[in-house]
Every structure is written in C-alpha cells, then in structure tokens.
C-alpha cells in the first residue's frame, strides 16, 4: 500500500457539520466539528461519523467507470452478502474457522486442476492478499531453491531473475526486497514483451528462474510461455543449466483456461514450476484475493513453510502477511461454485467481445492506431494516428474524465519511451451499453480536440493518475 506522510502544514480548519447531521431536533443535536488530521476529543454519533465519510468519497471515482484497473468492481449481491458474514473471520485462525480454511482448500485443488497439474491432489498452494504476494511468494521458493543448489557459492554468488521490462512492479520490488539481481528484456520494435531466444541468452548459473507473464498490463498480450519453455530446454541441451519458470498469470490464468483451452502455458509444461493469478481480476472476485501454486511439494522448500501453534492449532502457513478476512477466499469458492467452467467461459468470452468490438470502433474513428485488439486479455492500448498533431493520448485522458471515465495514458519503458497509449480493461460489468456510451464520449470529444494549436499536456508524469 502507498506510504503516506502526516499533515505537512498547519490546518486546523475543522470538518464543516451539517446541522441535520444530529439527532431529531437539528439544534439540540448540533455538535462541535470534528478536526481532520488529529483524533477528537470525544466520539460522535454513528450517523454523523457515517454522513462525514461517506460524503468525503463521493468525490471518489466511479469504478465501474474505471478503465484502468483489472480490479472487480462489480459482484452479485448474494456474494456480497457471503463476505459480511465472513469479514470478521481471520483467514490465519484455520483451527478456529475450519470450514472457511476448508473452502481455501477447495479453491486451491481446484485451481490445480484448471491449471492441468500433473497430479492435482500432489500440487500444494495457498491463498493471499493479491498477485503481488502470491509473485513475492512463488520469488522466494525460486531463491531458495536455487540456494539449495548452490549451497558452496551462496551466499557468495549473486542470484538474478530473468523477465521482460513489461512485468509488473511487485518483480521489481521482489529483487530490491530479496536482493536479487533484475534482468529485463527491453522491447524491441512491435514487440513488447519478453523475447524467449533474449531469455535464455541471459541466463546463467545464478539464474533462479525466468518470469513469463501471462497477459501483460501494458497492452493485453500474452507472452510465449510454450516457446520461452522450449528455448530453456535447448539451453539445458547447451549447457546443462536447468532453468525453472514462473507463469504471472495475475490475469491471464483466469481467462486462457475458458476461452484459450488451446494454448499451452500452465502446468503441461514440465518446465513451469509455479504460477500464480488474481483472484480480485478475471477471478471475478473483489480485492483483495490471488492464489500461488506449484506443481508438487517438491519445488515449495519445506523451510519456507512455517508451521505455528496458534490458538490450539498446528497450522502451516506460507505468507507475508498473517491475519486477513475470509471473506474473500469465501467469494472465490462462491464464484467458482456459482460459474463452474462453462459460466466462467460464457463471462470471460462476452468480455473479450466487448473488448474486441470497442477497439474496431475505436479503430474506425481514425484518430487512433490499435497496438492490440482485445483479442488475449480482454484489454487493448491505442495510440494516436501518425498524421495527429493537435493533440496526444494525455489529452484524451484528461478530457475523458470529464465524462467520468478513467481513461490511462502512459508511455512505454526503455527502448519505446517514444510511444505513448492509452488503454481500456474490460472487465465483467463494463457492459456493450457502458461501451456505447465510451465511444460517444470520445467522438463527442474529437471536433475539439482536433481544433487545438498543439498538445496542451505539459507534464505527462502528473496527466494521469495511472502509472506503471
């Protein structure tokens, strides 16, 4: 989570109170206001504290309208009505709440399957908080067993990790936290995301494994995992090296089961040891929930797993973080029940024909040059046409949110700085209506935008709230 600082200059203005705020007589219930960056003295009352907030965040953004997260925004009430009644249980206590601990490990075992493991009852995994501590999680099994391995040079020798510039920032942080060194494929030309050949070239005895991700945030597309698999055979072949890789698929790894059963990425490869994948994404649950497997026992190291007596029980445990709702485990056994395969494909397959249909539209204004087509992840990036001078993407974005949409704009890393998209998620709930009413937004928007001088974006880095 963001850090955040204390109020760095004095403001004692107090929070205004709506006389009406108070009890039944208006006068008699007026209360001092309450200060913003220091407790009160004392409480209020729960319909004035109520009131106070939720007016404060009704200058938040509307998340159905946000076309920049992969987050869910939009569930059925019943599985909101499951999490109220889960939101007091502590994931952590398994002894105290087995029947939630339970459903955990029905969502694993379930996963294992989706994910063709080669013996879904030997394969072991665990809920967290999201991706990043899933990715954290499947990190530091590569680590350590690459120590296992090196046991005579490390801690001498300096591991390194292998991925495309195109990953997620939890790697990065991964390899500061854990002292691992980042090696990052940069993009080249029209591809922007890892190249297996460059992978494997950058691989060596330190090398703890190689990262493939299963749909990428900058665009939508999926990396070759089959292919990087087969250009780490080859190097074995070379050179004896035995490479493992790990599938980020926070987002892919819930939609290329149902609407991609032909692609081979998870576990059928021998060389893929771990995936993981965001339940709060294309997992069609709110935040926050992800899910980190591995193939057997064998490639989770067993000093890894803490085994605590916590509450009368034994428990083992693999996590960053320890207590958390269950609410969200609950929601994901719920919406693997409520779906099954075939309600999974049926959503996941609406989706990415929203997608696919907004971007044609997008494409027939013009104005604009698909990078991808929704055609992987239901997500797509678009840029302006070359012959497009009079503005750029952070002038969309900024206009677009006028109308209410998020709308991200940023430009690409290393080696493609020069080109700058926009892009669009399409996630369950963002509706063929909801993308009517998008692609009138944008065309309303174009006379005026084509009547402007040049760019009117000065800092980019501050355009949009959206970054990498």
Request: proline share 7%; with cysteine.
């Amino acid at each position: 989570m963001p850090l955040h600082q204390g109020h760095q200059t004095p403001d004692e203005r107090p929070m205004s109170v709506n006389p009406f705020y108070g009890e039944t007589n208006p006068v008699s219930g007026m209360i001092e206001a309450p200060p913003k960056h220091r407790l009160p003295d004392g409480p209020l009352p729960p319909t004035t504290a109520l009131q106070i907030v939720h007016d404060e965040l009704m200058l938040d953004g509307n998340s159905r309208l946000n076309l920049a997260t992969f987050v869910t925004t939009w569930m059925e009430p019943q599985a909101g009505i499951l999490m109220a009644e889960c939101r007091d249980k502590n994931m952590i206590d398994k002894d105290e709440y087995p029947r939630t601990a339970e459903l955990e490990r029905r969502c694993v075992a379930m996963l294992a399957d989706l994910w063709n493991a080669p013996d879904p009852s030997a394969a072991v995994g665990c809920s967290t908080t999201g991706s990043s501590e899933a990715c954290m999680l499947a990190g530091m099994a590569l680590k350590r067993r690459w120590a296992q391995r090196n046991a005579d040079r490390y801690p001498g020798a300096r591991p390194n990790l292998i991925m495309g510039v195109n990953v997620q920032v939890c790697w990065e942080k991964f390899c500061n936290f854990w002292e691992v060194e980042a090696r990052q494929i940069p993009m080249e030309g029209d591809r922007f995301h890892l190249d297996p050949e460059a992978a494997a070239e950058l691989c060596d005895e330190n090398t703890i494994g190689v990262v493939g991700i299963l749909g990428s945030t900058f665009d939508g597309s999926y990396e070759p995992i089959q292919e990087l698999c087969a250009a780490l055979d080859r190097l074995q072949e070379r050179t004896g090296l035995d490479i493992p890789v790990h599938v980020d698929g926070a987002s892919g790894a819930m939609v290329a089961p149902f609407i991609d059963e032909d692609l081979v990425w998870d576990f059928r490869l021998p060389r893929v040891s771990s995936i993981n994948t965001s339940g709060h994404k294309y997992g069609l649950v709110y935040p926050g929930v992800g899910w980190a497997l591995w193939r057997t026992a064998a490639e989770l190291p067993e000093e890894l797993v803490f085994r605590v007596n916590y509450l009368g029980g034994d428990m083992p445990t693999f996590a960053l973080n320890f207590s958390r709702p269950g609410a969200q485990v609950v929601a994901q056994y719920y919406t693997f029940l409520r779906l099954g395969r075939t309600g999974y494909r049926a959503v996941q397959q609406t989706t990415r024909e929203v997608a696919r249909a907004l971007a044609e539209r997008v494409d027939c204004l013009g104005d604009f040059r698909l990078i991808t087509r929704g055609d992987e992840l239901p997500v797509f990036a678009f840029t302006t046409a070359p012959e497009v001078t009079a503005y750029d993407v952070f002038d969309v974005s900024r206009r677009m949110r006028e109308s209410g949409w998020l709308l991200p704009a940023y430009t690409f890393p290393e080696n493609r700085e020069d080109l700058s998209v926009l892009r669009v998620v399409c996630r369950n709930g963002f509706t063929s209506d909801l993308a009517d009413l998008f692609i009138e937004d944008l065309t309303r928007l174009l006379p005026e935008l084509r009547l402007q001088p040049h760019p009117m974006t000065h800092d980019k880095g501050a355009a949009t709230s959206f970054h990498h």
